[in-house]
């Protein structure tokens, strides 16, 4: 069972964290600054080789809440439907400089749903780690040396 942390970020909420434990794929995203208000996400080739080669619904879990969004998974780039996206993101006030870590709960090459476990790490991922942030993965774990 994973444990799970709280932390008030300068925003006043209170938001969660767990230690990755489950063994199941994961990837992390730091935002950054757009020119534009577009949102998108494009998967890692590591994570993409295991998710559909299909257009099909995903979940995100997050803070106790689920947002229901499209996988797009049928194009170069794997991703999800801009606007579903961009509603997560605008509604959990995602700016430039937080980190999101995904994690594969549900799904597969064969799947016909992808779910992810979603952490939003606000103001709390710092700056010397970023730089050396490679990790996507158990086998390439953030280092923090």
């Known amino acids: 069972m994973q444990q799970k942390q709280s932390s008030k970020s300068g925003d006043g909420v209170i938001h969660e964290f767990w230690a990755l434990s489950s063994g199941k794929p994961y990837f992390y995203v730091v935002i950054a600054k757009s020119k534009t208000k577009r949102f998108q996400l494009n998967f890692p080739p590591e994570l993409s080789d295991k998710l559909p080669n299909?257009?099909?619904?995903?979940?995100?879990?997050c803070r106790d809440k689920v947002w229901d969004l499209v996988y797009i998974g049928d194009q170069v780039t794997k991703k999800f439907g801009l606007e579903s996206w961009g509603k997560f993101m605008s509604e959990n006030?995602?700016?430039?400089?937080?980190?999101?870590?995904?994690?594969?709960?549900?799904?597969?090459?064969?799947?016909?749903?992808?779910?992810?476990?979603v952490q939003i790490l606000k103001d709390m991922f710092p700056d010397e780690l970023k730089k050396k942030a490679v990790g996507s993965s158990l086998d390439k774990p953030i280092n923090v040396d």
């Open 93 to 117: 006030n995602v700016t430039a400089g937080d980190a999101c870590v995904f994690e594969l709960i549900e799904g597969d090459t064969k799947s016909s749903v992808v779910k992810f476990k």
């Open 54 to 61: 299909a257009t099909v619904p995903a979940q995100i879990f």
